[in-house]
């Protein structure tokens, strides 16, 4: 801890190294503003935490602001690139199940189900969307993005237990705008076209159109695979008692160059504005995203037995580099949601329209918001994610949609006392099928299409919440102000699964529909009430000081794990189907303050929260199930940020976080073992199948992290403008796993990007380098077992299983130019 300490003292020292995190106002300067930046100084940043126009200063929540110039001159094109900009959040991208475990503040939610809604919620221009598929949604074009930290109960849809990502995407310009921008990423042979036109159409009505097309005719990791002959046996045969006619077939390697994606995004918004009171805005939008491998970033960074693979008998390595097969082609040709040629893929799409409505009058604001959105995503997908002779793959087709309708009301009375009431009603449906290819076995007796399935799966849940939230502030003194408030949630899931077709070699391990046990379908009614209170004390002695604590609960519903597995060793299916929900309590200090005439921003925020029944996903190998368990755990630490704008140096802008935060089981004393744990390692509990992780780290728990950097722009000439950034993001050592496995200790790293801008001083072209994690440093945010590695689990003869991490990118340069009219 002491070196952690001194790494990131050090760091502080050179913070000129570094770029801000926190963000300038998204929208343009005014003429005033103009001139206070030509004397330096800090811009005021404008968030909406409280669902109400404040100044980051004056909120008493936990929060990191990006606005749109950041978002444009670091190229954050995704919620994963937000990683760099706030070194407590994580995301990791997984292939299958949720598509992604999101962490903050060592919080998250496993990727293995996709029943699992996020802790760290995603809301998007007001709206919830708490599915981990979300970061493949369209994040471009953006106003500003908001990362909230810690439990939020009241302003922003369902809870959320670890925090939010708040974003709010572009409005109508007040007069004519058009932006062509079009550029060229070289590591993965990216092009990318992005543009917009805005303006109004009368007096009062605005518009804005924007989409963005890339395509990569490479990619970032590289797939080493070979061909491999895979064979199978007829179960007809073998029932027949005859040998089972094994055949062969080809599955070649899947392409080289990884993910290969094309996507095309588009939005659209309408503005109506008849008076100073009403604000009525309709957004629509369309996202197409494919890649030509789902788990392209599946990487075997540690190996169970040594050096070498046990499912290739390639090296292990920190590196960008998998082995992966596509699906036999003569198999493909008549297999459900496959592509007749083999080829793996992962097809998101989605369509989303969200209405929002404001009444502002002198005492009074009402506030709607409407939302619907729709995803469907299909993959197949080399599902042992390092392919060999024995591989298995798999097909799915899942799809979501949800309507929600919010409304709000807010006074804004002159005296002493305020409130907020509000209310939440959401319907939700997941369809979900999936058709496993595994265990090398076909049937020709089997209905068309299923010939080569071994298993398939059918489930859906249905889900309809109601919230009823409310705050009330009371100013004890002008610069003392209580706030108090609660949420109340009722929500229901009524869900279904069963394994529709089964291969007869494996009706020893899977049950199906017809099982003569009648555990072959589940159904699942789930009903779930909370009340989360919380409160806030904020002191302000000062216009550039603020002092506040805080106590907060939050609170996520249980759900169904849509893609289990109902197991003929489990007595229970039910039980390991459904999970329960996951609560959040504990308290938060901190302190916001502006100093050195306005050039110093200096805030500081310590935390300690309670989780109780922390969602838990997890493969139960003995009965061969997936189960989602509970666990008690705990976050507490500080986090420091600053940002340096100097009076006498105009375009200067340093910024820098130092945080630590320790996240831990407090009780989890009957955890599944890790594959291969032995007895002498803990797994002796239970039968030699549990172990005790009390007082463990949780998954991607860093003690440590921080980012620094700078960022300068300065006139050139009289019409130019050149500018420039260098950023640096700093990870302590964690544990990929969340089951204590030392082989998934991703060890510290320090990212670089920089980026370089030249243009004119209206902003009217651009040209630009951006160059992000320059040192090619490859680190994990998440991990699962090789399937079909690993052995002996709860002997002392265990072998661990490989350990397939989610690498993220690897150096990436693009050169950008930019038009506007």
């Known amino acids: ?27 343009a300067p005014a003429p005033q503003e103009d001139s206070a930046r030509q004397k330096g100084g800090l811009d005021e940043i404008i968030v909406t935490a409280r669902k109400r126009q404040e100044t980051a200063q004056d909120v008493p929540v936990a929060v990191t602001a990006i606005s749109a110039e950041q978002i444009t001159a670091r190229d954050v094109t995704s ?30 939610s496993s990727s293995t189900s996709i029943g699992i809604e996020q802790s760290v919620a995603v809301v998007v221009d007001g ?57 060229y990423e070289f590591r993965s042979q990216q092009y990318r076209v992005e543009g917009y036109a805005s303006g109004p159409l009368t007096d009062t009505l605005g518009y804005r159109v924007a989409a963005r097309y890339s395509k990569m005719d490479g990619g970032y990791y590289r797939n080493l695979a070979q061909d491999i002959t895979y064979t199978e046996v ?110 793996l893929y992962n097809r998101y799409r989605s369509a989303g329209g969200t209405l929002n409505v404001t009444y502002d009058a002198d005492t009074l604001q009402v506030s709607s918001v409407t939302n619907y959105q729709w995803n469907n995503n299909r993959w197949a997908c080399a599902c042992d994610f390092q392919s060999s002779a024995a591989s298995n793959w798999a097909t799915e087709n899942s799809s979501w949609k949800a309507f929600s309708q919010e409304l709000r009301a807010l006074t804004q009375f002159d005296g002493p006392f305020n409130m907020m009431v509000g209310a939440l009603y959401q319907r939700t449906r997941r369809d979900f099928a999936q058709f496993v290819m595994t265990g090398a076995v076909s049937n020709s007796a089997a209905p068309e299409g299923y010939e080569h399935v071994a298993t398939a799966k059918t489930s859906f849940t249905k889900g309809d919440t109601m919230a009823l939230f409310g705050q ?15 949420r109340y949630t009722d929500e229901t899931k009524n869900s279904f699964f069963t394994q529709n077709y089964n291969n007869p070699l494996l009706l020893g391990i899977f049950r199906d529909q017809n099982d003569p046990d009648g555990l072959g379908v589940v159904t699942a009614r789930q009903r779930f009430t909370n009340w989360s209170p919380e409160a806030t004390l904020t002191w302000k002695p000062t216009p550039d000081l603020m ?33 329960d929900p996951e609560r959040a309590q504990g308290f938060e200090i901190g302190f916001k303050s502006t100093l050195l005439e306005r050039q110093l921003r200096f805030n500081v925020t310590a935390f300690s929260y309670k989780y109780r029944d922390l969602q838990v996903d997890f493969f139960n190998s003995p009965i061969f199930a997936f189960q989602t368990l509970t666990a008690d755990a705990r976050t507490k630490g500080v986090e420091v940020e600053f940002e340096f704008a100097p009076n006498g140096i105009p375009g200067l802008d340093i910024h820098g976080s130092v945080n630590y935060n320790k996240a831990t089981y407090t009780d989890f004393p009957l955890a599944p073992c890790y594959a291969g744990e032995t007895p002498a390692e803990g797994c002796n509990l239970a039968g030699n199948t549990r172990q005790n992780l009390t007082g463990a780290p949780l998954s991607v728990a860093p003690r440590w992290t921080g980012n620094l950097g700078i960022g300068y722009e300065v006139s050139v000439g009289s019409a130019n ?47 630009a380098v951006i160059g992000k994690n320059l040192t090619n440093r490859f680190y994990v945010t998440g991990v699962v077992d090789g399937p079909s ?17 989610f690498g993220t990118l690897p150096r990436t340069v693009m050169v950008e130019v930019t038009k506007r009219f």
């Open 1 to 27: 801890m002491r070196r952690h300490k001194s790494v990131l003292l050090a760091s502080s020292m050179f913070a000129v190294f570094a770029t801000p995190a926190m963000a300038q106002e998204a929208a």
């Open 789 to 805: 590695t690993g052995s002996g689990t709860g002997t002392p003869a265990g072998v661990k299983a490989d350990q397939l991490g």
């Open 547 to 579: 002092i506040y604590g805080a106590y907060k609960t939050a609170y996520k519903s249980g759900g169904f794990s849509n893609g289990g597995i109902n197991s003929k060793f489990s007595s229970d299916p039910t039980a390991d189907l459904t999970f």
């Open 472 to 486: 009330l502030t009371y100013k004890i003194l002008p610069d003392l102000e209580l706030a108090g408030g609660v």
């Open 234 to 343: 007829d179960a007809a045969s073998v029932l027949a008692g005859g040998t089972g006619d094994p055949t062969s077939h080809l599955a070649t390697a899947a392409p080289r160059k990884a993910p290969g994606e094309e996507e095309f995004l588009a939005r659209a918004t309408l503005k109506w504005e008849p008076d100073d009171h009403l604000t009525v805005s309709l957004k629509g939008s369309f996202d197409n995203n494919e890649v030509n491998n789902s788990s392209w970033n599946y990487v075997a960074f540690r190996c169970g037995n040594g050096s070498t693979s046990q499912l290739t008998g390639e090296a292990c390595g920190e590196h960008f580099v998998t082995y992966q097969n596509n699906m036999p082609a003569d198999i493909a040709a008549n297999y459900p949601y496959a592509k007749s040629d083999g080829s």
């Open 79 to 108: 919620v994963e690139k937000l990683t760099a900009i706030a070194p407590q959040f994580s995301v990791g991208r997984a292939s299958n199940g949720s598509g992604a475990q999101l962490t903050l503040r060592g919080i998250g």
């Open 721 to 767: 403008k050149l500018g420039f950034n260098i950023d640096s993001k700093y990870s302590g050592a964690y544990l990929a796993s969340g089951f204590g496995n030392p082989l998934s200790r991703q060890s510290k790293y320090a990212t670089l990007d920089a980026g370089i801008r030249f243009g004119a001083e209206d902003d009217n072209w651009q040209i």
């Open 127 to 183: 709206a919830y969307y708490g599915q981990g598929r979300v970061i493949n949604e369209g994040f471009f074009d953006l106003a500003r993005v908001e990362v909230l930290k810690g439990p939020q109960a009241l302003f922003f849809g369902k809870n959320a237990t670890a925090g939010v990502i708040s974003i709010t995407t572009a409005d109508p310009t007040a007069a004519p705008e058009f932006m062509i921008k079009g550029g």
